[in-house]
């Protein structure tokens, strides 16, 4: 019987209206961990899941989903803080980035952790999920060598979801924002992992809703108060 249900991932893992996690997270309402943060980049989901392991000792009877991030993003600790600013272009000068960024690196970096989690998931034995914004960039000796682990990641959002452009919600507002609402989490979830979606889309209904309402009020959806969604947990969990 699966026990504690883990989330790790960026703001399509946490973010101010509901995601995939939480829909997940329906059927675990006091064992729910949402470990996302937005802007984390895959070096900070693997650092805090191995914290998060060691603090609260993962078991086989444990759900752990991870939605893998965009590759050219980098997560750094700086003044007991985890700053992640999403895509590099975000923090470093072009001409940093032309000297010092290479993508292949980037790559491997990611890959080799991915890597490395599953090692741990595997011997631990709990059921474990991959999940993924876009499709990992492609090296053919570098992608061969890791392809086990590429193999193990859902059809991405990019694939199900597609691009995210200006869209409807509700007949009430023009949502331009790339996150996906909530009933297009609700798809994307009902698609790549079934078995964990709720049976029907009337949550998904009721939060594309709520979110609608609120939408002009709230700074364009970004409310903190959403009914049975703890946004301060991270806050208060955040790491060493």
């Not at 699966?2 to 995601?19: E, V």
């Not at 989690?117 to 993924?132: F, K, P, Q, R, W």
Request: aromatic share 16%.
């Amino acid at each position: 019987m699966t026990s504690r249900f883990f989330a790790f991932g960026c703001s399509y893992t946490a973010f101010a209206w509901p995601s995939w996690s939480d829909f997940v997270g329906l059927r675990f309402p006091d064992n729910y961990y949402n470990y996302g943060r937005s802007g984390a980049a895959n070096n900070f989901i693997f650092h805090h899941l191995i914290e998060m392991h060691e603090r609260h000792e993962f078991t086989k009877d444990d759900l752990i989903i991870i939605q893998w991030t965009e590759m050219m993003r980098e997560s750094r600790y700086l003044n007991g803080w985890w700053h992640t600013n999403g895509s590099i272009a975000n923090s470093y000068p072009k001409e940093y980035i032309k000297q010092y960024v290479d993508p292949r690196g980037f790559l491997i970096r990611d890959l080799t952790m991915i890597a490395a989690v599953t090692h741990i998931l595997d011997s631990i034995g709990c059921e474990y999920h991959y999940l993924t914004l876009n499709d990992f960039a492609f090296s053919e000796d570098i992608s061969g060598l890791y392809a086990p682990y590429l193999n193990l990641m859902k059809p991405s959002y990019q694939q199900v979801i597609g691009e995210l452009k200006s869209r409807t919600l509700c007949n009430q507002v023009l949502v331009k924002d790339p996150h996906p609402t909530p009933g297009e989490h609700y798809k994307f979830l009902s698609q790549v992992l079934p078995q964990w979606a709720p049976e029907d889309d009337t949550v998904a209904t009721a939060w594309d809703q709520q979110l609608a309402d609120c939408w002009h009020t709230h700074a364009e959806g970004r409310n903190e108060t959403w009914p049975g969604i703890d946004r301060g947990f991270l806050k208060t969990h955040i790491g060493l």
